[in-house]
């Protein structure tokens, strides 16, 4: 897409991406994907962070991170971006916020599947402490500082990952409750039913004795 828009947009102006991501083919990041599409002239920045969009329309408190390499634009765009419920805090550690942007949604979904399956607090707690490990293992190769991983970017624990798994738990188990109450309310009508049939008969036999 990026391809498709690079005669459209003017070589000096800055672009900031959202998205998230390690591509599959290449294993490059945001940043090598939006400079090999639209150049190496203009400025990148990179926004990334907790920051569910149902909770930002609802002016809940949000704090993400800008990283850019052209530091007065992050902080541009922070200062465009922020008020009283979003605050933009700013980095020059863009691998860093790419890497934590990018891994740490994938920790947090496992750690939505071990709630979800109910595998326990000691499974969970294992799998995002290790995880988070692992990312800073990586962040570390890659030329990250430690202290991005660990920072907005790199924050894995959401609760709506975790909620949302085990809200498909809960309607599967209410379906199998729901249908086994159905089922054992058409037993009971029909059992009803047939006494009512039979209890007709034998009145209707009694009287036209």
Known sequence: MAENVIDLIDPTVPVMSASKGIETT?????????????????????????????????????????????????????????????????????VGVEIGGAVKNVIALAAGMCEGLGLGTNAMSGLVTRGCAEMRRLGLTLGARPSTIAGLSGSCFGFFFVNLCLLFVMIWNMMLVMIMFISFSVLLFVFVYFLNVMFSLLIHYHYHQ
């Open 26 to 94: 290449s294993l490059g990041f945001m940043a090598d994907i939006l400079k090999d599409c639209l150049g190496t002239e203009r400025s990148y920045a990179f926004l990334s962070g907790p920051s569910f969009a149902r909770e930002i329309c609802e002016n809940v408190a949000t704090a993400v991170v800008i990283a850019s390499e052209d530091l007065m634009l992050a902080d541009d765009l922070a200062d465009l971006m922020s008020d009283d419920n979003f605050r933009v805090f700013t980095s020059k550690d863009v």
